[in-house]
């Protein structure tokens, strides 16, 4: 059978995307778990920047009163509440969103409710492996943090700090995307071959291992389409700008300012639908590259791309 490409990678993913669209309902619910690939740990990088870890000190909480200290504790505990009902939902639609993928990639029929209930018995699994993915990214960029704050005031010269801060975000952004692919083949082989913890740990760290490079080129593919999008958002945005524009026009006009916080508040609805569109297309794309990738290196075995150019150069 020929070599998969990413070309097909993507074009399946997109045309399995646009087809079912039902899967954008999980790929916005499954955004508050992270997103697959490079996006999702460049989202987080930014903490490096931070040269201290600020710690918030309520020390008004205890002198509130009784009848107000309650009340806050009854809208903390209300709050962790969704917290905990957000989560279980993005896991268990992030796990069936893999599900739906796989079959309609496999040109099976898509049953939203088996996709569902076969992900609520996968759950404590897919749990686990996005807290530790959780937890080794941000011990990542903790560290990485701590580093670039000792290189910065370390008093080097500049040429030498300079490449240590390269070689440190290299490595660092090295790690990140590791990590993101590695638990992405876990989620995949605990969701699809229903295998335990353990074991789809074992096997996605053993697939990464031996598709380290198809994973980084993934990551860079994916990475150049988020790009392309938020190129896109950033025409959508001003675009979306035009029926608050015209309102604030008839305000000017007429005098009935009324209509200048009627513009807002339906300019500030449409950056919301706009952003949960396009975070919710997104997720669901890369989601199910991700799952075309690992169906074939599961199936079949993926080579790096970069290694056959290469290797078309020197037969050359």
């Known amino acids: 059978?020929?070599?998969?490409?990413?070309?097909?990678?993507?074009?399946?993913?997109?045309?399995?995307?646009?087809?079912?669209?039902?899967?954008?309902?999980?790929?916005?619910?499954?955004?508050?778990?992270?997103?697959?690939?490079?996006n999702d740990f460049i989202g987080k990088i930014w903490m490096v920047t931070q040269r201290t870890l600020v710690i918030n000190k309520f020390h008004g909480v205890f002198n509130l009163g009784l009848t107000a200290s309650i009340a806050l504790i009854w809208i903390g505990a209300i709050c962790l509440a969704l917290c905990l009902l957000v989560l279980v939902v993005s896991v268990i639609s992030q796990g069936a969103l893999i599900v739906g993928a796989a079959e309609s990639l496999n040109n099976q029929n898509l049953n939203f409710k088996k996709a569902w209930h076969r992900s609520t018995r996968h759950f404590w699994a897919l749990l686990a492996i996005n807290a530790l993915r959780a937890l080794l990214i941000t011990v990542v960029v903790v560290i990485t943090g701590l580093l670039w704050t000792l290189i910065s005031f370390s008093g080097m010269p500049m040429i030498l700090n300079t490449i240590l801060s390269i070689?440190?975000?290299?490595?660092?952004?090295?790690?990140?995307?590791?990590?993101?692919s590695w638990s992405t083949y876990s989620l995949c082989y605990s969701i699809l071959d229903g295998k335990g913890l353990t074991s789809a740990i074992k096997r996605g760290w053993s697939v990464f291992h031996h598709h380290l490079l198809v994973s980084l080129e993934l990551n860079a593919l994916l990475l150049v389409t988020l790009l392309i999008l938020c190129a896109i958002f950033y025409g959508l945005f001003f675009l979306s700008a035009a029926p608050a524009l015209i309102l604030w026009f008839i305000a000017g006009i007429t005098g009935y300012y009324k209509l200048i916080t009627i513009g807002l508040i339906l300019w500030a609805g449409i950056l919301f639908l706009l952003v949960a569109f396009t975070g919710a297309l997104y997720n669901t794309f890369s989601t199910t590259a991700w799952t075309y990738l690992f169906l074939k290196m599961h199936n079949e075995g993926v080579a790096s791309r970069i290694f056959h150019y290469f290797g078309k150069i020197f037969k050359k």
């Not at 070599?3 to 916005?28: C, D, F, M, N």
């Not at 070689?167 to 993101?180: D, Q, R, V, Y």
């Open 1 to 38: 059978m020929p070599e998969p490409t990413y070309r097909q990678a993507l074009s399946h993913a997109w045309h399995t995307v646009w087809h079912h669209k039902i899967l954008w309902i999980l790929g916005l619910l499954s955004l508050f778990v992270g997103q697959f690939g490079a």
């Open 167 to 180: 070689l440190l975000i290299s490595i660092a952004l090295f790690a990140g995307l590791s990590i993101t």
